[in-house]
């Protein structure tokens, strides 16, 4: 006498231990960072990286590598070399339609704004600055051909970093 399993039970006892797998892999694997980029340094979070870039020499750059660890590369911006509200916020815009950097903490009316690039993209650090000191250069030049009115309708439309009273 054989035991036969007819197709779609099967395929019912798989489609189960399947989601049975997830449920418990999924929580197991997903955790919230709350503001750390883990790499092998157990300890890296905004304020760790707002001190390596209080402590960096950007000399003429806008943007410095900060940091580097095993999965992670750390630039910040000197925002001191954006002065004015639209220069922050257009650069902004730019850093946010590349696909190579990816924004961890912009608080524009800080020192500084943080970026990490993921090390697996093999970008040199030099090609990071270029690309950060370019998005720079763009937003002086749009602002140039900006009358006052004109700057402040932009804001107007693109300032989400209004703090709503």
Wanted: avoid cysteine; charge should be positive; hydrophobic fraction near 35%.
């Amino acid at each position: 006498m054989y035991f036969t399993v007819k197709p779609n039970v099967m395929a019912n006892r798989a489609a189960k231990y399947f989601l049975l797998v997830q449920m418990f892999l999924i929580p197991f694997f997903a955790f919230n960072q709350n503001g750390h980029y883990l790499g092998k340094e157990k300890n890296i979070d905004n304020n760790f990286l707002l001190k390596k870039a209080g402590n960096t020499n950007f000399n003429n750059n806008p943007a410095a590598l900060i940091f580097k660890d095993i999965k992670n590369s750390y630039y910040a911006v000197d925002l001191s070399k954006l002065p004015s509200r639209y220069e922050k916020i257009r650069f902004l815009e730019y850093t946010y339609n590349s696909k190579e950097l990816t924004n961890i903490y912009n608080d524009i009316n800080g020192k500084y704004i943080l970026f990490l690039v993921d090390n697996s993209l093999n970008i040199a650090p030099s090609r990071i600055t270029d690309i950060l000191s370019g998005f720079k250069s763009e937003t002086e030049k749009e602002l140039k051909g900006m009358n006052e009115q004109e700057v402040k309708t932009w804001l107007k439309e693109h300032d989400k970093y209004i703090k709503k009273q």
